[in-house]
């Protein structure tokens, strides 16, 4: 379809921009921001459309067409809408991609990736089309920044998507975990955004583009999840406290250093902000959980450290039929 030659003349097509009062999207920083709008606006749609009668439909459809057909569904019309809508947003995309268009583009192997990192995402959320964008996004700048990287980064999407074996639903509700209670806890929703609205005024008078960057990512990586815990009474203050400390450290380490010059990579500059966030982030996390952890008896060592109790003697006679 793609190599027609009335499509692709000299196999390229040239997309001109979208032409729009008071918009110049021929400029980057103008185009990012309307594209983000868009998809912010497009998300809410998909929504809309999932908590709405035909969205039921189709989630039914989806657990189970012989259920739905049984309760008296028209599959048909229902798949019909489905690709329908699915093929109105592919369109609007088309049409926000202004430039130089190549039948390469579209080959299978380049859409391959596209899909299995939604899939990774999750696509039973809206969110996981973002999570897909941006680590497509992540793996190109990755193989630019690292060159030594290059070759993993092409099997990258293949190794991530392992993961579904543990996490079929995606990696978006993995992810939500650690930021949902700060949804719920209003003074944390509200430093987390103050924090992140203060490196930002802080950036070009104290603070480089790079401190802003790895400063940014450490906030919401290491420190936002952590500020239900810091600030709740569930934990001990001494370990409140500790952890808080810790993880000024780390904030203090990110953004108070230049590494746009200390370090003349950015493959190094981004393992630096991965390294604080996995340290300050994951240890401060694991002090703040306040779940007892009872310890767990190996089922190996029953009957070998302890007699078995009257209660499992009777199970096992329930299980065996009282085979002895």
């Known amino acids: ?114 899909v299995l990192l939604t899939v990774v995402g999750g696509v039973a959320a809206v969110s996981g089309a973002l999570f897909g964008g941006a680590l497509l996004g992540l793996n190109t700048l990755l193989a630019a920044a690292i060159p030594t990287l290059s070759n993993l980064t092409k099997v990258l999407p293949g190794i991530v998507g392992i993961s579904l074996g543990r996490n079929p639903d995606g990696a978006v509700p993995q992810i939500e975990e650690p930021f949902a209670p700060v949804g719920r806890h209003l003074p944390s929703l509200v430093i987390a955004i103050a924090g992140a609205i203060v490196l930002r005024l802080l950036t070009g008078p104290v603070l480089s583009n790079w401190s802003f960057t790895v400063g940014l990512i450490v906030w919401v990586l290491a420190v936002v999840p952590n500020l239900p815990g810091i600030l709740s009474g569930e934990v001990p203050v001494a370990r409140r406290v500790t952890v808080a400390v810790g993880l000024a450290a780390a904030m203090l380490l990110a953004a108070g250093i230049d590494w746009g010059t200390v370090l003349n990579a950015t493959g190094w500059r981004l393992l630096v902000a991965i390294l604080i966030v996995a340290g300050a982030g994951l240890t401060g996390r694991s002090a703040l959980d306040a779940t007892p952890r009872a310890p767990r008896e190996s089922p190996d060592m029953i009957g070998i450290d302890r007699d078995f109790s009257p209660a499992e003697i009777a199970e096992v006679d329930r299980v065996l039929g009282g085979v002895r």
Do not use: Y
């Open 1 to 114: 379809m793609f190599n027609q030659a009335n499509v692709f003349r000299n196999g390229v097509v040239e997309v001109p921009a979208l032409d729009l009062p008071g918009l110049d999207l021929t400029q980057p920083g103008q185009k990012l921001v309307f594209l983000a709008v868009a998809f912010s606006v497009l998300a809410l749609c998909v929504v809309a459309l999932r908590r709405s009668r035909l969205g039921r439909r189709m989630v039914a459809m989806k657990d189970s067409p012989l259920a739905g057909a049984t309760m008296g569904m028209n599959l048909t019309a229902t798949k019909l809408a489905a690709f329908s809508i699915s093929a109105a947003i592919a369109s609007l995309a088309g049409a926000l991609n202004a430039g130089k268009v190549t039948a390469d583009q579209f080959a299978w192997e380049n859409s391959l990736p596209l």
